[in-house]
């Protein structure tokens, strides 16, 4: 009787080993999705930049500073190879979108034409979406560090050597209120 007591909790505790495994590896993988659908949607704006640029170009002959860092920030946008990286590449290219938008405001003749403003509209949308995918991104994130650092999670991660995510952060320039000057 003491024999089979043994093998039955021994096989509880390898089916309890296996379906936690299973819970950090699943939130591990999630996270690289969410992280995925963050670079997709980043893709997105950045693919509808080049078009942005050429309509502008008619319209700004005299803001060419403007139009190059929104091309480089793009560059930057493609050239990404890590969260970091890729956190630092979309505020960069978000600082020269904000700036071109804001040089745009001197021609009302673009502000008025109908492909700029179908631009504007589309980037706006990518914007949102990509807001959406760093919360998932995150929470993502979130779950699998409680996986992780709970019981009996902790146990496997630490066997494992899965160790902690940091969640996707703004950069400290993004946490200053801005200022609106009329």
């Known amino acids: 009787m003491g024999s089979i007591i043994t093998v039955v909790i021994f096989v509880l505790v390898i089916i309890g080993g296996i379906s936690t495994y299973n819970s950090v590896k699943t939130a591990r993988v999630n996270i690289d999705a969410q992280y995925g659908q963050i670079e997709n949607q980043i893709q997105r704006r950045a693919d509808l930049i080049p078009n942005l640029v050429n309509t502008v170009k008619g319209y700004m002959k005299y803001e060419e500073k403007v139009l190059t860092e929104v091309t480089a920030a793009r560059a930057q946008v493609a050239g990404a190879k890590s969260p970091e990286e890729m ?3 979309d505020t960069a290219l978000s600082g020269a979108l904000g700036r071109l938008i ?4 001197n021609y009302p003749e673009l502000k008025a034409d ?3 403003t ?7 949308g990518s914007e949102n979406r990509i807001a959406v995918a760093r919360k998932d991104y995150n929470d993502a994130i979130r779950n699998y560090n409680v996986t992780i650092g709970t019981f009996p999670g ?3 991660a630490g ?4 160790t902690e995510v940091a969640p996707f952060a703004a950069d400290e320039p993004a946490h200053a209120v801005p200022q609106v000057v009329f």
Do not use: P, T
Not at 102 to 105: I, N, Q, Y
Not at 118 to 124: K, N, Q, T, V, Y
Not at 159 to 162: K, S
């Open 87 to 89: 956190a630092a590449a």
């Open 159 to 162: 066997l494992l050597g899965y």
């Open 118 to 124: 179908e631009l504007m509209r589309e980037i706006s």
């Open 154 to 156: 902790n146990i496997v």
């Open 102 to 105: 804001a040089v745009a405001e």
């Open 114 to 116: 109908a492909h700029f």
